[in-house]
C-alpha cells in the first residue's frame, strides 16, 4: 500500500496541474452515457489545495479526502471515524490531487480500515463496454488491488487508472482500463475513472488547467448477480 512518507518525494513532482485558472475550456466532450452506467462530470475535489508554495487562490497543505456513494451519487467531505468505517460510501478520493481511490473495505488499509465494508477492486484491459462479468469472490479476492493510482507506483505490478509523466507533469488517463468493482454492501460493478482535469480534454498540455475535477462512469448490478453487460 502507499505509505505516507513515499508520497512526500511525490509532492515535490506530482503537479498535475498548478489548477489556479484556466480561462478557456471549450474542450470537446466526449459522450459516455449508454442508458444504464451513470456518467460524473467534472466531480471537484479539494480544489484548494496545492502542492507548491504561491499557487494563487491556493494553500499548500495536504489535499482532503472525500468520499462517493455510487447508488445515490453523494459526495461527503465527513472525515470522522463513524463515517469511514460505514457504508454510506463505496469511493474514497485520496492524497495529492485526491487522485489515489480507495474501495471501502473494512479489511484493508484504506480509509475504511475496522469497517464493515466489503469493497473490492481489480484492474483488467478492456473497455468498459466489453466487461460483461465480475469473477466470483475466490478471484476476485486474490486480484484485489485495494486502491487504484499512479499505474506503476510505487511497484511496477501496481495497476493505476492513470500514467504520470516526471517529464510534463501531467497525468494520463489509461485508455481501455476498466476496473471491476465490489461495493461496500457486497454488489458487484464496473468503474471507468477517465479524467481528473476539468471539462475533460482529449489531451492536456498546460499545466494550469484545473484540476482535480473528476469524470467517471459505473455500472452496479443491483440484483447483487455477476452480470455486468452494459449497451
Known sequence: MYKRAQWQWLAAVLLLTAACKKDDNNVTKLNYEDGVSTVIHDLAGDTEASVADGVEGKERRPFRSFYFKLSTKLQSWDSSSTFKQSNNWDLAFTDIYNALVYVNNGSGEGPGKGGAGKGLIMSVDTAYSKVTTAPDAVDFESANLGFAGWDGYPQPYNKGWYFYSLNTHLAIPIKNRTFIIRTADGKYGKLELIN????????????????????????????GSHNLKTP
Open 196 to 223: 481528473v482535469y476539468q471539462g475533460n480534454p482529449p489531451a492536456v498540455t498546460d499545466l494550469f488547467w484545473p484540476a482535480p475535477y473528476f469524470t467517471f462512469r459505473y455500472f452496479v448490478q443491483e440484483d
